[in-house]
């Protein structure tokens, strides 16, 4: 089974500012993948960035980054430069590779202030 | 290139009825996952459909059914609707049976009454 735990309470932060979400992981399997998905008021799920188990590099997706530490088993996202418009819920996700199902965290709630 | 689409948007219906959702998904893919969002359990997998079988099914009962047709929109169903099932089911689709990118729709929102 996969868990994904994510605890930070909702997060304040200031517009221009970077911000952490933490996730850490549970998994049996050698192979797997990371996902992060934001989820504004609107209620859809948007895409954000991806990391492979065995990808050694961090991914990065423009303002988005993902710090991979596999032994810990965590998977942060790091946004940099914050904007209004990336007030949201956060979630993290992971699946077996070569699966198509998607094992979610609780969510973290972040409101960017300007 | 059109996203996913899901309709209707918004329900509403009385404990014991049925509900059927539909899900179109991008042009081109060819799996189709559903999610169920309530506050207290999160998201949770219903089930994923590729090529119009059924390749992975989530822990719900019986009463959560779906299926695709050959220009995989999908659709589920439920049955003898719970005040439970009040959630939103979200959609998703991706390109072929294991894509890092699968792209939701903007769900159907459910009350039961």
């Known amino acids: 089974a996969q868990k994904i735990t994510q605890t930070q309470p909702g997060m304040f932060v200031q517009e221009k500012e970077a911000v952490t979400l933490d996730c850490t992981y549970d998994?049996?399997?050698?192979?797997?993948?990371l996902f992060w998905y934001k989820q504004p008021s609107s209620g859809e799920m948007i895409f954000l960035i991806y990391?492979?188990?065995?990808?050694?590099q961090n991914a990065t997706e423009g303002r988005y980054s993902l710090n991979f530490q596999k032994a810990r088993k965590s998977a942060n996202l790091v946004i940099s430069a914050s904007q209004l418009g990336d007030s949201a819920m956060y979630f993290c996700?992971?699946?077996?590779?070569?699966?198509?199902?998607?094992?979610f965290g609780k969510g973290n709630q972040v409101v960017v202030i300007p | 290139k059109a996203g996913v689409t899901q309709t209707p948007r918004y329900l509403i219906k009385t404990r014991g009825q049925q509900v059927t959702l539909s899900c179109s998904p991008i042009s081109g893919h060819r799996s189709v996952s559903w999610y169920q969002q309530t506050p207290g359990q999160g998201l949770q997998f219903l089930f994923e459909y590729f090529s119009e079988t059924q390749r992975n099914k989530g822990n719900f009962p019986g009463r959560f059914s779906g299926r695709q047709f050959s220009n995989s929109r999908s659709e589920m169903n439920v049955s003898t609707l719970e005040l439970g099932d009040s959630a939103l089911y979200l959609c998703?689709?991706?390109?072929?049976?294991?894509?890092?990118?699968?792209?939701f729709g903007p769900g159907t929102r459910l009350t039961v009454t």
């Open positions: 996700a992971m699946s077996r590779y070569g699966n198509n199902r998607l094992a």
């Open positions: 998994t049996s399997d050698q192979s797997y993948g």
């Open positions: 990391q492979g188990s065995y990808d050694e």
């Open positions: 998703a689709s991706s390109l072929s049976g294991y894509s890092y990118e699968q792209y």
